[in-house]
């Protein structure tokens, strides 16, 4: 039998999802443990696991290198890789938002010359050139997102939101909701034809226990 390869995002959600592996009997301890080692493996349930950077978990599962993969739905989106998205996980849960200061709102509705910064430009594009049609500049940061606005860099930012202690803190408010996000499982579309039944049991056993 050929091992089945996971992908895991490693950050926020990897705790969570390597609970949730344990809970259907999908166990790696090595995994667990503080080591520099990349790559673990369950001999007796012929798997595999690796944590990645968040942001090429899809890539890792597009190309087959892994068979599935657990990671936000922010990251699909943005990634736009060619794979199976099966299983909402409903952990990391939080919103694609529009964000500003308040004075930012009427900005927002009525111009055209409205710099956005984001981790996220093709969510920000769709968004903006797509469903509002609205042309805006998009600026591509890596992090501190919130930045952007406080220092005169963009009007306004495309983020994600948890708790919003963030934006509070910051002097911000949500001005628009992008959409609402949260852990996916993704699935490499050949694996997903020729390890159909292995997969599909590990789906089901996620299932059975969120539900
Ligand atoms: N408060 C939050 N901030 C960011 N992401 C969150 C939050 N809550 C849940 N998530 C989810 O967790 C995923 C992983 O977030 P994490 O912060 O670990 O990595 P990242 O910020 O995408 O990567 P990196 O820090 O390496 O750039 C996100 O893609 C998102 O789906
Ligand atoms: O609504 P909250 O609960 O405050 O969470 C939202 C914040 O968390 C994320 O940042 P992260 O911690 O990943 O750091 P980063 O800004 O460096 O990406 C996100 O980009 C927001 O800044």
Redesign the pocket.
């Known amino acids: 039998m050929r091992y089945l390869t996971f992908a895991l995002?490693k950050?926020?959600?990897a705790k969570k999802t390597l609970a949730y592996l344990e809970e259907v009997g999908i166990t790696c301890e090595e995994m667990k443990s503080d080591t520099r080692k990349l790559i673990f493996v369950n001999e007796e349930l012929k798997l595999k696991f690796f944590l990645a950077?968040?942001?090429d978990v899809p890539t890792y599962v597009e190309y087959g290198a892994a068979d599935i993969g657990v990671v936000?739905?922010?990251?699909i989106l943005e990634e736009r890789k060619n794979l199976y998205e099966v299983f909402d996980l409903k952990l990391?849960i939080?919103d694609m938002v529009v964000a500003g200061p308040e004075s930012a709102r009427e900005h927002l509705l009525h111009s055209s010359s409205i710099r956005v910064a984001t981790k996220y430009p093709n969510i920000a594009k769709d968004y903006f050139y797509n469903k509002k049609n609205q042309k805006v500049e998009i600026i591509k940061l890596n992090?501190s997102i919130e930045l952007a606005p406080l220092v005169g860099l963009s009007e306004v930012i495309v983020d994600?939101v948890?708790t919003g202690a963030t934006l509070k803190e910051n002097g911000l408010v949500v001005l628009e909701k992008i959409c609402p996000?949260s852990?996916r499982v993704v699935v490499n579309r050949v694996s997903m034809k020729m390890e159909n039944q292995r997969i599909n049991r590990i789906i089901d056993g996620l299932r059975d226990i969120i539900q």
């Open positions: 995002a950050g926020r959600l950077k968040a942001s936000g739905k922010d990251t990391g939080c992090g994600i948890e996000l852990a």
